[in-house]
Every structure is written in C-alpha cells, then in structure tokens.
C-alpha cells in the first residue's frame, strides 16, 4: 500500500462571510490566538506524516505562499536582538525546501474543480485533502487517526461527524454502513441534501484520503448542488468502484468559515494553551457578566 504523503489545501475561497476583513486578508489567514488557521490545518497534516503541502490558491491569496517562505528580514533582526525563542518557533513551522507547492484555480468553479487543479501535483498516488475552513482539536489529530484506519482498509477514508437532522443541507451527507476498524463502510453520499432527502446525519466534516483516480473523474464531473462541480459527486462516482470508509472524528471541529466558529475556535484554542488559559478565563468571566448587546454595535 502506497503511503499517503501529499495533502491538498484548497483555499481559493472569497471567504465572503468574513468581509470586510477578507477583502485585503484571506479567510486563511485569519488569526486563531496567534497563529493563522491555516497553520492548525498543515500542524494536523504534518503529524499525519504528511511531508508535501500542495496549497490551490487564487488571486488575492499571495499572502499564503509568503507566510510559509522564509522572511529573511525578520529572521535577522530577530537574530540581531537575541529573540532565540521566537527563531526556533519560526524555524520549527517553516515547511524544508522544495516541500510546499501552489497552483491556482483560476475560477470559482465548485471544490471538486478546485481539487483536480491540485492533479499534476499530486500525480499518481493516494493523496489527503485538508479544508482550511474546519480546524479540529484532539489529542490526536483527525487526519493521522484516518491514516491508521486507512492503513487498515485501504480505499479512500473520509472523516464525518454527526449534526442535527436540520443541518443536513448545509453539509455532504453520507450513508452509513457495516462497521470497519474504528469507522463505517459508506453506502452513499449527496451534497447538501434536504433533511428528507439525507441518507443519515453524517456530515462530511473536511478530511479526506483519496485515491488518484478521482481525477480523471473530476475531469469530467457536470455541475451539482449550487451549480458548482462537487467533490462529492465525483466521490460518488469513485465509490462504484472502490470502497470509501468513514471515520467519525471524535474530538472538537470548529467551523471558522463562520463568525461564531471562528469566535469558538479562538476560545477552545486560548483555553487549550497552558501559558494564557487561566487569564482568558478570568477575562469571559469578567465580559458575561458586563457585556449587553448594545444598539450601536457594528453588524
Ligand atoms: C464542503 C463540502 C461538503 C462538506 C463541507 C465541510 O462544502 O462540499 O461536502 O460537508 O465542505 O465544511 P462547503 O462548506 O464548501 O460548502
């Protein structure tokens, strides 16, 4: 079995709902306590023994590739005034040379297009897809849990979590099968699907391991939910020939693509830091008791 060593970061999103901010800052590199989003998303690849970042970016997006060259200035100057601690901090995020890489999509054609832009990149091999948007946090992180369930299956692992039955049509939706390792077989999947139309309240939750031959499907994939090309339909299509697990995730997802995910993630990851935890706690204690919403608040 081929080990999964590369991992798509799709984020050429708009990120529309964080406006204005996004309108000069990717939603990717919104901070959550002191680091970018995106930088949790690559920590959780890396300690899946991911060690090629293949980010599909868009315009405006130029930012991303920055944060992760190195920034010799600041290095530098930091060396200058002795600021050890903060060099081995950016020293130890700093992906090694030749092992990040990044394409465009050049239209805001759907995920499942933005995905096979990422396929010469990726080549001919089972490969992780990582959506910037959800952060996740777990003493072991999700994508390294499905690299030990796909070790076992084989195929192509997807992570789900459950949601309320009314949410379905905010997510892709998968059927749920026999049990296999820690995880489901899936029986079918539907993006967004009405409640009554939902195979169940599995929603796909942003983590992928596919196989290459996705490609060739996306390649040809039609338009779907929201007139954009699905990866979800093309996994469907694959899923006639091969065999995709779930893996539900068991710890903390945030969705930052949303304010009050955002918001929550910042706190989860505050609270999670031994250094500033107790202060944060004093501080939301403080604000719950004093802040009302007030009639001239920014909306
Ligand atoms: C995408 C996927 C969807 C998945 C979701 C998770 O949708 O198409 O299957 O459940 O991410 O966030 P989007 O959020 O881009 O509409």
Not at 199 to 222: C, H, K, V
Not at 228 to 248: R, S, V, W
Request: aromatic share 8%; net charge negative; glycine share 8%.
């Amino acid at each position: 079995m081929q080990k999964v060593r590369k991992a798509v970061f799709p984020v050429a999103g708009l990120g529309t709902r964080f406006l204005p901010a996004t309108k000069a800052i990717p939603k990717e590199m919104l901070t959550v306590v002191d680091r970018p989003v995106i930088q949790y998303v690559v920590d959780e690849a890396q300690e899946a023994g991911i060690d090629h970042l293949i980010f599909v970016t868009g315009r405006n997006k130029g930012v991303i590739e920055d944060y992760f060259d190195i920034q010799v200035e600041l290095s530098n100057t930091l060396a200058e005034r002795g600021k050890s601690v903060e060099l081995k901090l950016l020293d130890e995020l700093q992906p090694k040379p030749g092992t990040a890489s990044f394409t465009r999509q050049q239209a805001p054609l759907g995920l499942g297009h933005a995905i096979w832009c990422a396929r010469d990149l990726v080549g001919n091999e089972p490969f992780a897809i990582l959506l910037p948007d959800m952060i996740m946090q777990a003493e072991k992180g999700c994508l390294a849990e499905m690299v030990a369930l796909y070790e076992k299956t084989g195929g192509n692992v997807i992570s789900v979590e459950q949601c309320a039955p009314e949410e379905t049509h905010k997510y892709g939706i998968v059927g749920k099968g026999d049990a296999v390792g820690n995880g489901f077989k899936i029986t079918s999947m539907v993006e967004k699907p009405a409640p009554e139309k939902a195979p169940s309240n599995y929603l796909i939750s942003g983590r992928y391991i596919l196989q290459p031959e996705i490609f060739d499907i996306l390649a040809t994939q039609e338009r779907g939910a929201g007139n954009e090309i699905q990866l979800t339909d093309g996994m469907l299509k694959l899923a006639e020939t091969q065999d995709f697990a779930a893996y539900p995730f068991t710890g903390r997802t945030f969705d930052c693509g949303s304010k009050e995910g955002f918001i929550e993630a910042n706190v989860a990851f505050a609270l999670w830091r031994p250094d500033i935890r107790e202060k944060v706690i004093g501080n939301m204690e403080k604000l719950l008791k004093t802040v009302e919403p007030a009639d001239n608040a920014v909306i």
